[in-house]
């Protein structure tokens, strides 16, 4: 299925976020102005970061669904050190070799002993959320420095951009560059359409996974690094449920979930789709039950309508076929 | 013609304005209290019968100060969830926000960024992290520890006549709330009611646990009366305990009387058929109340939150303690007189 279509799924995703923006400022006054624009990528902003690794590892055939857990434990682990006198910069860096740990020890169980992913990290879910706890206790750190705080839920001087957005700019340019314009990337694709023909070309497949899985969970804790700042806590309850939100993003983005396609920016316009529905929904007072239903609507349109187009065209072809 | 027409359209809409701006009262209905106020009335999770009442009582008193007021919330009791609201709270430009805590922590940062926008904050309910009570003016609260305890010893006395020995059906061992209650029922005891005594001597020696386990509770219940025969009263400072203990003195028709800390919906056939005579808790009705008035003098600024501050709600004055908390006082109690209202509540 080459370039049938010129206009692509990521295209839609673009114009569609547009739409929300446009609708978005006609229904309420409070929606487009630079205050929320704040409030929208500060909401985003783990998601985002998570999202850019988990975009690689869905076109590379693999799927991660541990990531909330991951995020969780980076920032319990950020939390427990530094409860334990350990200074700010350094719990910093343990939260995020933790996240990286945790990305590795997935990559391995997948590559190396060779499990199906989606097993693999179900069960990495309830294990790193229960380490949460164990960790922590049912005890939240908070009292965090106040200089560090800040960097949670200000703005950058000057600017009406919170300060979550440096990380997430940097990181997004390397994931675009990356994916887009490097071997690597290439190579990402390449294994997501067929692993086989990827190993027999002299693609280093379990390697790179192996790399993939270990960049989500090394993303993922610098996402509970984001969330601890911004919640001023370090909590075993904290991010519930975000793997959902990042991997409806993902797919919603245009990313297949069988893997070999996918476009960064598809996936960036749809995480800042999915924030600004959800802040144009809550300014115009729909209930909180609702918005549930609109992420999972998202999540269930995003696999159903390109399978949907598919079968359609198959189907048109298959008629071409017969009539000649 | 068009023109014209329009002319006199926007003509009429200018003198419309002009009378309506007239006709809104000038001075406020309540002395102290600016009207018009826009509050934001936020639950730990919205759906739950408790806040419902909560709500109801902060509704009651948006009517009296003619406020309009909001009842928005998640639909998980989690921090990070209110966040979502008190930022939109923030972009709708509120006045005010009275907010139950689903998370002492995680929603400071929130409630500071608010502060600064000139949003004057009030917890109510379920305050946030002491060292983070800034961030908001003031926190209306159920009860002080020790008058949740000595509440509950009032109560037991009346129905026992002031004499006899008593006992404590508790949650766990480990629980703080109950633990500082009861702490606070041993001295009040010995100085208030002469005549009535513990049956194991102290308080603690008379302090039985169900962990707040039905089956355990209602086996704990049941050693009480073996072990102390002659007990007159059960005090459980805990919803399951006090359930408990109701079933199992109606099923075994035991003479012991029996009060504690219960949820009236649960308590209500053991009210009305006289297995017990009064429960208490406090009143999520008036706590919504008390702070919306607490929230809306601080926005009129005609109060302030300092300790030893006070304000009028209703026509009762509240003063502010230490930490910058104001106590409703005693809880609320529930009798046969007015079960049949607050079962339906909460």
């Known amino acids: 299925m080459k370039k049938k279509y010129t206009f692509g799924w990521d295209q839609g995703v673009a114009i569609f976020l547009l739409m929300t923006v446009v609708i978005g400022s006609f229904v309420s006054e409070y929606f487009a102005n630079f205050d929320n624009i704040s409030f929208v990528i500060q909401d985003i902003a783990e998601i985002a970061i998570i999202a850019l690794a988990m975009t690689y590892l869905i076109i590379a055939g693999e799927i991660d669904l541990s990531v909330a857990s991951i995020l969780c434990l980076s920032s319990a682990t950020l939390g427990f050190l530094f409860r334990n006198g350990a200074p700010f910069e350094m719990a910093i860096l343990g939260g995020l070799l933790v996240g990286l740990l945790c990305g590795l020890i997935n990559g391995f169980l997948v590559t190396v002993v060779g499990l199906p992913s989606l097993a693999v990290t179900i069960g990495t879910l309830a294990l790193f959320r229960g380490l949460c706890y164990a960790l922590l206790g049912n005890e939240p750190v908070n009292e965090l420095p106040e200089e560090w705080i800040v960097l949670g839920y200000e703005n950058i001087p000057g600017t009406f951009l919170p300060w979550s957005t440096i990380p997430l700019a940097i990181l997004a340019a390397i994931a675009w560059i990356v994916l887009h314009y490097t071997r690597i990337g290439r190579w990402t694709f390449a294994i997501g359409i067929n692993p086989e023909a990827a190993k027999f070309s002299g693609i280093p497949v379990a390697r790179m996974k192996l790399g993939l899985f270990a960049v989500t969970g090394l993303m993922s804790g610098v996402a509970g690094v984001v969330y601890t700042l911004r919640f001023a806590s370090a909590s075993p309850d904290g991010a519930v449920g975000y793997e959902l939100s990042v991997i409806a993003a993902v797919l919603f983005g245009g990313v297949a979930i069988a893997g070999g396609v996918g476009t960064l920016w598809g996936v960036l316009a749809a995480v800042l789709s999915l924030g600004a529905i959800r802040s144009v929904l809550q300014l115009i007072d729909f209930s909180a039950n609702a918005l549930l239903v609109v992420s999972g609507a998202l999540l269930l349109i995003s696999v159903v309508v390109p399978k949907a187009i598919e079968i359609y065209q198959s189907r048109r072809n298959s008629a071409f076929v017969t009539k000649i | ?346």
């Open chain 2, 1 to 346: 013609m068009i023109k014209k027409l329009a002319k006199v359209v926007a003509a009429a809409a200018i003198v419309g304005a002009l009378v309506a701006t007239a006709v809104t009262p000038a001075s406020a209905v309540v002395p102290g209290i600016k009207t018009g106020l826009k509050i934001a009335i936020m639950p730990k999770a919205v759906n739950i019968g408790y806040f419902t009442a909560w709500n109801k009582g902060a509704q009651k008193a948006c009517k009296e100060i003619g406020a309009k007021c909001d009842y928005v919330g998640p639909t998980e009791a989690t921090g990070p969830a209110q966040v979502q609201f008190i930022n939109k709270i923030i972009q709708q430009r509120y006045d005010v926000l009275v907010i139950s805590a689903a998370d002492q922590n995680a929603i400071v940062p929130s409630l500071n960024r608010a502060k600064a926008r000139g949003i004057t904050v009030v917890t109510s309910d379920a305050d946030v992290a002491a060292a983070s009570s800034k961030s908001r003016v003031v926190s209306v609260l159920p009860a002080a520890s020790d008058r949740i305890g000595t509440a509950q010893v009032d109560w037991i006395a009346e129905a026992v006549g002031k004499k006899g020995s008593i006992a404590v059906l508790s949650a766990a061992a480990t629980a703080a709330n109950q633990n500082a209650w009861i702490a606070a029922m041993g001295p009040y005891l010995t100085k208030k009611y002469p005549n009535m005594s513990w049956v194991g001597g102290t308080v603690d020696k008379s302090t039985f646990y169900g962990d707040d386990d039905a089956t355990k509770s209602t086996a704990q219940f049941a050693a009480i009366l073996s072990q102390y025969p002659d007990v007159a009263g059960i005090i459980s400072p805990t919803t399951v305990g006090v359930l408990a203990a109701a079933i199992e003195k109606k099923a075994k028709n035991a003479k012991v009387k029996v009060t504690g800390l219960g949820l009236p919906s649960q308590m209500a056939p053991y009210i009305e058929d006289g297995t017990t005579e009064k429960v208490g808790l406090w009143n999520p009705i008036d706590l919504g109340y008390v702070a919306v008035y607490a929230a809306a003098r601080a926005e009129s600024g005609t109060f302030n939150g300092r300790v030893g501050s006070s304000f009028k709600a209703g026509n009762k004055t509240y003063k502010v303690t230490k930490g910058g908390i104001a106590f409703l006082g005693d809880p609320f109690t529930f009798t046969k007189k007015n079960i049949a209202t607050f079962k339906k509540i909460y």
